[in-house]
């Protein structure tokens, strides 16, 4: 049974840095990735990481500024969130997939992933 199980989300002062982290249950996954929806907003990508750990998309609003890495033996994915904005303010989801794909653009839509966390509040103070 896949399980994914996000930790980290709190306060954050605008500037400042959070790491959450998404602890995965089951086989190891081709791709995981973090998306993230504002109220009143659909989910937006923001990172993910698929096929090895070198192999990264950002969304352009986080690049930069956010890192997204994975430990294969936890089978755990990491975002490191550095200079956060108010604008960052979100419900954090982590996901997962364990299909394979060459599209370029594969891995950046919430329809490329097929597991999902329950999410993690973080809320930046400006």
């Known amino acids: 049974q896949v399980q994914l199980v996000e930790s980290g989300g709190g306060l954050v002062q605008a500037g400042g840095s959070r790491r959450l982290s998404c602890a995965a249950s089951g086989r190891t996954f081709s791709a995981m990735g973090w998306f993230r929806q504002a109220p009143g907003k659909e989910r937006e990508f923001v990172a993910s990481?698929?096929?090895?750990?070198?192999?990264?998309h950002y969304a352009d609003s986080v690049k930069d500024r956010f890192t997204i890495s994975r430990d294969s033996a936890k089978n755990t994915v990491y975002l490191q969130m550095d200079r956060v904005k108010p604008e960052d303010t979100a419900v954090y989801y982590c996901?997962?997939?364990?299909?394979?794909?060459?599209?370029?653009?594969?891995?950046?839509?919430?329809?490329?992933?097929?597991?999902w966390g329950q999410g993690t509040q973080v809320t930046v103070s400006s």
């Open positions: 996901a997962a997939t364990f299909v394979i794909s060459t599209d370029i653009r594969y891995y950046t839509r919430p329809r490329d992933f097929d597991y």
């Open positions: 990481s698929y096929w090895g750990p070198t192999n990264t």
